[in-house]
């Protein structure tokens, strides 16, 4: 188990009442004592989850392990209706592997391109390796969001996407997510074989998206973003992120459900590297436990990304694989904090240190 800051640098745990009418919430952090704690998170007026904090204790430093059974409820007790697939969780995070079709994506566009075209067969392959080595899901994804990057058309989208579905749905039965925020490309893709959309601006870029998802049944990932990926990173601001993110998710599907679609369908990514810089993904990253609050699955894509290279005094911007071993720290964090979903391009590594956290935990 990880440690948890002293009370003089308090671990982050977010309890807030939304007044009715108005536009500012109020916050408050609770310290962590020198003996173990439980803290009540209440966020937006959902659901409050009690967790067991583990604490510090102040006489030898030994570690007092955390409430890992809570953890592992959490995750087992997640349920997402996928279309006609219900996807249930497991004593560990699910691990979604990353599929990018692009010629441009931060770390690994252009890995199925031969001779300047997408070649199916190589996607396949990686497709069939990612399953091979412990994948629960596949998210396909055909124009980059790597900060600065410029949009394609939805025709080019679908003339990247379709060929691929159509080739992992007749080799593989992992459910297939679709990264996309366009309700054309959503639609054309669940026809294809599609199980989820995985959309980065929550249904906000295309109205025609949510009915889409109520109308369909698939899965339906909503995530946090500030900004577009030509500007999200040009002076990112936040109050308080975790509380200003999660009064964003909150809102995302709250809309979603009054649009027709069931809670079941719904997962909630808080965004990490979209308009944040590495000091509001860090915080996101400690203050996962308090998104459980808002009542639905929580997605972290943190593989790879560059706040890595922050945290550690490193550039590894020409080589993103580089950044594995922050990677797999971050996802076990993660793991203890029982984050359901994990994206990730290193999915055997991964799942190896999962599986060794879950021998030590239990």
């Not at 009690?50 to 409820?73: E, I, P, Y």
């Not at 560990?92 to 199916?120: A, C, E, K, W």
Request: charged letters at 25%.
């Amino acid at each position: 188990m990880f440690p948890v800051p002293r009370a003089t640098n308090p671990f982050a745990l977010l309890t807030g009442v939304r007044e009715r009418n108005k536009k500012e919430c109020s916050w408050k952090r609770l310290s962590i004592g020198s003996e173990p704690n439980e803290v009540s998170v209440s966020l937006l007026g959902s659901n409050v989850l009690t967790l067991a904090v583990a604490a510090r204790d102040r006489g030898n430093g030994t570690l007092v392990k955390s409430n890992h059974k809570l953890q592992t409820r959490i995750r087992r007790n997640m349920i997402w209706k996928c279309g006609t697939r219900v996807i249930h969780g497991t004593g560990q995070p699910l691990l979604m592997g990353i599929l990018n079709v692009t010629p441009d994506s931060f770390s690994d566009g252009g890995q199925f391109y031969r001779h300047g075209r997408l070649s199916v067969e190589a996607v396949l392959d990686h497709a069939v390796r990612l399953c091979g080595e412990g994948a629960d899901l596949l998210d396909i994804g055909a124009e980059s969001t790597r900060p600065g990057s410029r949009t394609v058309g939805a025709d080019e989208e679908k003339k990247r996407l379709l060929p691929v579905i159509e080739a992992v749905r007749q080799t593989l039965e992992v459910p297939v997510s679709i990264d996309t925020y366009r309700a054309e490309v959503a639609k054309e893709s669940l026809l294809a074989g599609a199980d989820i959309i995985n959309d980065i601006f929550a249904g906000t870029f295309d109205e025609k998206m949510i009915p889409l998802i109520a109308e369909t049944g698939a899965g339906y990932c909503l995530m946090h973003f500030q900004g577009t990926p030509e500007t999200m990173q040009n002076h990112p601001h936040y109050e308080n992120v975790t509380a200003e993110v999660a009064e964003f998710l909150a809102a995302r599907k709250n809309v979603c459900l009054e649009n027709g679609v069931a809670p079941e369908q719904i997962v909630l990514d808080p965004g990490i590297g979209f308009g944040k810089n590495a000091d509001h993904n860090l915080t996101l990253l400690k203050e996962a436990a308090a998104l459980h609050s808002l009542g639905f699955p929580l997605l972290y894509g943190v593989s790879r990304k560059r706040f890595l290279d922050a945290l550690t005094g490193r550039d590894d911007s020409q080589t993103p694989e580089k950044r594995l071993p922050g990677t797999a720290a971050a996802c076990l964090w993660l793991a203890s904090q029982g984050v359901q979903i994990l994206r990730v391009h290193d999915v055997g590594e991964i799942r190896q240190a999962l599986q060794v956290y879950q021998h030590c935990t239990k």
